[in-house]
């Protein structure tokens, strides 16, 4: 089992930043890639940025490219995710997820935080 607590969402204007944190616990959490994911109101999720705890290695959505960092403290079991230059289509609700392969699919996740709320007005 692997527990995630998503924290650090709110509201930002248009062109400002916000960073959000992923707390994992769990006896086997770091042989798991983390994810995070969003929904905004009446589409489907989608896929925003993935790390690999060992090796750090990342992917991004191409939407998020040059803005978004993602990255991992080890010692502290915590995934961020830097969001800069923020637009209102970034509006949505961000997860955390964890999933044992390196996917951007969000069916392939095993493990899901509550999600976390990022609102960008214009």
């Known amino acids: 089992q692997v527990q995630l607590v998503e924290s650090g969402g709110g509201a930002v204007q248009a062109g400002g930043s916000l960073r959000l944190s992923c707390a994992a616990s769990g006896s086997t959490f770091s042989a798991y890639r983390m994810g995070w994911l969003r929904q905004a109101p009446g589409k489907e999720r989608e896929f925003v940025a993935t790390?690999?705890?060992?090796?750090?290695?990342?992917g991004y959505a191409d939407s998020v490219k040059g803005r978004f960092t993602i990255s991992r403290d080890n010692a502290k079991n915590t995934v961020y995710l830097q969001m800069n230059s923020l637009k209102p289509e970034d509006t949505a609700v961000y997860y955390c997820?964890?999933?044992?392969?390196?996917?951007?699919?969000?069916?392939?996740?095993?493990?899901w935080g509550q999600g976390t709320q990022v609102t960008v007005s214009s």
């Open positions: 790390i690999y705890w060992r090796s750090g290695s990342t």
């Open positions: 997820a964890a999933s044992r392969i390196g996917t951007m699919t969000p069916s392939q996740y095993d493990y």
